[in-house]
């Protein structure tokens, strides 16, 4: 009875108002699974192949039809009968019919749409929430959020080089009291701005985007608006970075073409980081810190922070167990970026959170910068355990959706909810050897 009977695919937006796709799958019951697709802008060379359709007529070549199409017909025809209930199944089953090593042939976007509907479906088979059906032993930690209050990057239109600003409650009892001083303090943020007349317009994920004089100024900015919002920074609040560096790399050298235009070598963007970690201790987290085609500069910032911060790799890894692996052995990094659609199966996804807990990687589990309303990324980070979600600031209905998410969450497993916190932070405030 839980065999899938239909899928039927939908051309739908994302946030970015960007063609994407909705897969929903019917099973013989006729229960039902819906997944919608997300979109990224700063995407890593090798991840999995998002198929657009490259028509200049329509929606100026991004549309998704040919992905539809094969949703609709191709893997229709292969997965019609298979058992639900068995993801990693019909996760390889996916990967086989594509027959490529990127998905490139049927698309990354048709084959997670139909992974994530499947996963949704038997869950809702099951009568059982996602979160307690992507894993077999019980989750219980709701993850601790970064919330990315100032974009920059390929994320806003303004001067600011580096993407992304998170700031981390760490220091709260409860998710919803972390989401809380987040939100409180994304909303002092916003009179900081204002009363020095910068803009307090939003970039893709939500986070404030004004022209600012340097690429340093949004931490200052942010730490100033925690301690008005009446919270201690480096103890309730916490600073993540994701600068996005491999959007910077240009010829074996990183470039700060939004701002200064200046160039800096890989030891001097190391050195650059251990400077801004000197001087703010707020700061534990820096994600993309060298760029994916760095890969010495890569190994040089994990042997010299590595004991420190945590080092999130994503556009090296993307979400590739492969790579993952890979880098692994190379000394890259101490924590994964989790991103479903940069590999496009939910097995493969679980299977990198997995590497990352047998190697004692952390792994934040990552919305992208082109969302929808699915919520699936919070029952993600909540099956995986691991502790951490980034999704976005505190506005746009996207971004929001998943911390709302993540809030029935803890209501619903009540006084079994436990808060990632502090915990997720402690292994790499290691005391710094001299
Ligand atoms: P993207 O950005 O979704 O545009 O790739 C997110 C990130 O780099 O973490
Ligand atoms: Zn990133």
């Not at 951490?388 to 619903?412: C, D, F, H, P």
């Given at each position: 009875?839980?065999e899938?009977?239909?899928?039927?695919?939908?051309?739908?937006?994302?946030?970015?108002?960007?063609?994407?796709?909705?897969?929903t799958?019917?099973?013989?019951?006729?229960?039902?699974?819906?997944?919608?697709?997300?979109?990224?802008?700063?995407?890593?060379?090798?991840?999995?192949?998002?198929?657009?359709?490259?028509?200049?007529?329509?929606?100026?070549?991004?549309?998704v039809?040919?992905?539809?199409?094969?949703?609709?017909?191709?893997?229709?025809?292969?997965?019609?009968?298979?058992?639900?209930?068995?993801?990693?199944?019909?996760?390889?089953?996916?990967?086989e019919?594509?027959g490529?090593?990127?998905?490139?042939?049927?698309?990354?976007?048709?084959?997670?749409?139909?992974?994530?509907?499947?996963?949704?479906?038997?869950?809702?088979?099951?009568?059982?929430?996602?979160?307690?059906?992507?894993?077999?032993?019980?989750?219980?930690?709701l993850?601790?959020?970064?919330?990315?209050?100032?974009?920059?990057?390929?994320?806003?239109?303004?001067?600011?080089?580096?993407?992304?600003?998170?700031?981390?409650?760490?220091?709260?009892?409860s998710?919803?009291?972390?989401?809380?001083?987040?939100?409180?303090?994304?909303?002092?943020?916003?009179?900081?701005?204002?009363?020095?007349?910068?803009?307090?317009?939003?970039?893709?994920?939500?986070?404030?985007?004004?022209?600012?004089?340097?690429?340093?100024?949004?931490?200052?900015?942010?730490?100033?608006?925690?301690?008005?919002?009446g919270?201690k920074?480096?103890?309730?609040?916490?600073i993540?970075?994701?600068?996005?560096?491999?959007?910077?790399?240009?010829?074996?050298?990183?470039?700060?073409?939004?701002?200064?235009?200046?160039?800096?070598?890989?030891?001097?963007?190391?050195?650059?980081?251990?400077?801004?970690?000197?001087?703010?201790?707020?700061?534990?987290?820096?994600?993309?810190?060298?760029?994916?085609?760095?890969?010495?500069?890569?190994?040089?910032?994990?042997?010299?922070?590595?004991?420190?911060?945590?080092?999130?790799?994503?556009?090296?890894?993307?979400?590739?167990?492969?790579?993952?692996?890979?880098?692994?052995?190379d000394?890259?990094?101490?924590?994964?970026?989790?991103?479903l659609?940069?590999?496009?199966?939910?097995?493969?996804?679980l299977?990198?959170?997995?590497?990352?807990?047998?190697?004692?990687?952390?792994?934040?589990?990552?919305?992208?910068?082109?969302?929808?309303?699915?919520?699936?990324?919070?029952?993600?980070?909540?099956?995986?355990?691991?502790?951490?979600?980034?999704?976005?600031?505190?506005?746009?209905?996207?971004?929001?959706?998943?911390?709302?998410?993540?809030?029935?969450?803890?209501?619903?497993?009540?006084?079994?909810?436990?808060?990632?916190?502090?915990?997720?932070?402690?292994?790499?405030?290691?005391?710094?050897?001299?």
């Amino acid at each position: 009875m839980s065999e899938i009977a239909k899928l039927e695919a939908l051309e739908i937006l994302d946030s970015r108002g960007n063609p994407t796709l909705a897969v929903t799958v019917t099973l013989a019951n006729g229960v039902k699974g819906t997944a919608k697709v997300p979109s990224g802008a700063s995407t890593g060379k090798r991840e999995a192949v998002e198929l657009r359709d490259g028509d200049k007529a329509r929606y100026d070549g991004k549309g998704v039809l040919k992905a539809k199409g094969h949703v609709d017909g191709e893997i229709q025809r292969a997965v019609r009968g298979f058992d639900a209930n068995d993801q990693k199944g019909l996760d390889k089953k996916l990967c086989e019919l594509d027959g490529t090593p990127n998905k490139g042939r049927l698309g990354a976007n048709a084959i997670l749409g139909v992974s994530l509907a499947v996963a949704r479906a038997s869950a809702e088979d099951h009568g059982l929430p996602l979160y307690a059906t992507l894993v077999e032993k019980p989750a219980n930690l709701l993850p601790t959020p970064g919330l990315n209050v100032l974009n920059g990057g390929r994320h806003a239109d303004n001067s600011v080089d580096f993407q992304e600003f998170m700031i981390s409650p760490v220091g709260a009892p409860s998710f919803s009291e972390g989401l809380r001083a987040a939100a409180e303090t994304f909303h002092t943020l916003k009179d900081v701005l204002h009363k020095k007349g910068y803009s307090t317009a939003v970039g893709d994920e939500g986070g404030f985007a004004p022209q600012l004089k340097s690429n340093e100024e949004p931490i200052e900015l942010i730490l100033e608006a925690i301690q008005k919002a009446g919270y201690k920074p480096g103890e309730d609040i916490v600073i993540m970075l994701d600068p996005a560096a491999s959007e910077l790399f240009e010829n074996g050298s990183y470039v700060f073409s939004k701002s200064d235009n200046s160039k800096k070598t890989s030891a001097e963007m190391i050195a650059l980081w251990k400077g801004w970690l000197k001087k703010y201790p707020e700061i534990w987290s820096l994600e993309d810190g060298m760029a994916e085609d760095d890969r010495d500069g890569w190994q040089q910032i994990t042997k010299e922070l590595g004991n420190q911060i945590q080092l999130v790799g994503d556009d090296n890894f993307v979400t590739n167990p492969t790579l993952f692996r890979q880098g692994i052995k190379d000394g890259i990094a101490n924590a994964i970026l989790i991103k479903l659609n940069q590999i496009g199966t939910v097995t493969e996804t679980l299977d990198c959170i997995q590497i990352a807990r047998e190697h004692a990687y952390g792994a934040v589990i990552s919305h992208r910068s082109g969302e929808t309303d699915d919520t699936s990324i919070a029952d993600l980070a909540v099956a995986a355990g691991m502790g951490q979600i980034k999704t976005g600031s505190a506005s746009r209905g996207e971004r929001i959706a998943k911390y709302n998410r993540l809030l029935e969450i803890e209501r619903e497993l009540g006084s079994k909810a436990r808060y990632a916190g502090a915990s997720i932070y402690e292994r790499w405030r290691k005391p710094v050897k001299a």
